[in-house]
């Protein structure tokens, strides 16, 4: 009788060990979308040191909370500076065009901004409800190079699979 008490306890503990594990592992798995962080910054190099350390992070560590002494103005100083410099690398920007012409150059342009790493710029293009059967060229251009590119007729979306179709937008 104690040999099957004693087997019951084991194996209810080995149950309880496996559900913990799972529900561990799988809380792993899941992608935080942010983590909210307290900085405390030193003066002098222990700031350079925790303002690199935050450099290497990607922007999913956000919002950021400083703590730091108030004598300490240069680490206030080169903390501001950096969360400006963040701010504006970090920053998504987007360009929504609808086929004026004027509309290529500028959208080259901000494809050349995320080629050279300086702003990941978000690309838009809705194509002209007026164009039911064929792209018109600013679509044909900017169909290979936009983040989403809508058409507003089915049969366009037939002919040019990366596009969008939700029906008329305008």
């Not at 942010?34 to 350079?48: D, P, Q």
């Not at 300086?118 to 838009?124: A, E, G, L």
Request: aromatic content about 10%.
């Amino acid at each position: 009788m104690n040999f099957l008490l004693w087997l019951v306890a084991v194996g209810g503990l080995a149950a309880l060990l496996a559900l913990r594990l799972w529900v561990v592992l799988r809380l792993r798995r899941k992608k935080l979308q942010s983590v909210k962080m307290l900085v405390v910054a030193g003066s002098g190099g222990h700031t350079t040191e925790i303002l690199r350390l935050l450099g290497s992070l990607s922007k999913g560590y956000n919002p950021r909370h400083y703590v730091l002494a108030d004598t300490d103005k240069m680490s206030a100083t080169k903390i501001n500076l950096f969360e400006e410099k963040r701010a504006e690398r970090d920053s998504e920007s987007w360009v929504l065009c609808n086929g004026p012409g004027t509309c290529v150059p500028i959208c080259v342009s901000a494809l050349l901004l995320g080629i050279l790493g300086i702003k990941k710029v978000i690309i838009v293009y809705v194509e002209s409800i007026c164009r039911v059967e064929t792209l018109s060229l600013s679509g044909k251009i900017l169909y290979h190079f936009s983040d989403y590119f809508f058409v507003q007729w089915p049969a366009l979306k037939e002919k040019y699979p990366k596009s969008v179709y939700c029906g008329r937008i305008v």
